[in-house]
């Protein structure tokens, strides 16, 4: 089976030089872990919808590079029970340090990851703009067509099938429920013009037929 990742791994470190053997590490990790038998949302797919997203609005972002690296450790560790967020983050920087990125790029990458678990983003941050779109490629989902969002939604339940419904269903709806209540869903214009009414249309149609509200 042809590599999905090391072409992109390629394009990303093409400023950078990397040894083949650190490169074949790297691609190995992140191939393997979007591979994971119980990865039926977050997987490779997720991650190349994103990229794509990333390329289609790059002339708004001020280093899309990081984007792109963000995007593609952003999942990388995704178990139930555990805080993906931090533990990807701190992957994502040991391999953006191995490679020769400044520390200030990788803390700006894990900062964009960690900011995915709850989509808020730092008072006064100079990059806030690109970590704007980054989690705004991240929540479109929920804005897509309504047989989209419904394979989206039962696919995230199959992720959490180690929960029974009376467990996974109030949670989904906390989720549900914290997001149709936030200030804003989506954080730039461009995504909130494009999105907004059909994500809160998915989610209050989520809330009513998928965990029985």
Known sequence: ???WF????????????????LAASCIQQVEQAY????????NAEHILALLKLSSEYRHQLKAP????FAIVYHD???????????LSAYHAGMRLAEIGMSEQEVSLVKLYIEATKHHRIPENLEYA?????????????????????????????KEYSVFPDFLYKPGRKKFLEQCLAAP??????????????????NMQKELQYLCGK
């Open 1 to 3: 089976m042809d590599s």
């Open 6 to 21: 090391a072409p992109v791994w390629n394009s990303l470190t093409a400023g950078y030089a990397v040894e083949p053997s």
């Open 35 to 42: 591979a994971g038998r119980k990865r039926f949302y977050h």
């Open 65 to 68: 590079l990081l984007v792109d």
């Open 76 to 86: 990388l560790v995704y178990r139930v029970g555990v805080d993906n967020e931090a």
């Open 129 to 157: 703009s690109d970590l704007a779109y980054f989690l705004d490629f991240d929540m479109s989902i929920l804005g897509a067509p309504w047989n989209e969002y419904e394979s989206y939604a039962a696919k995230v339940r």
């Open 184 to 201: 804003v869903i989506f954080h730039t214009p461009e995504f909130h013009q494009k999105f907004d009414t059909a994500a809160r249309s």
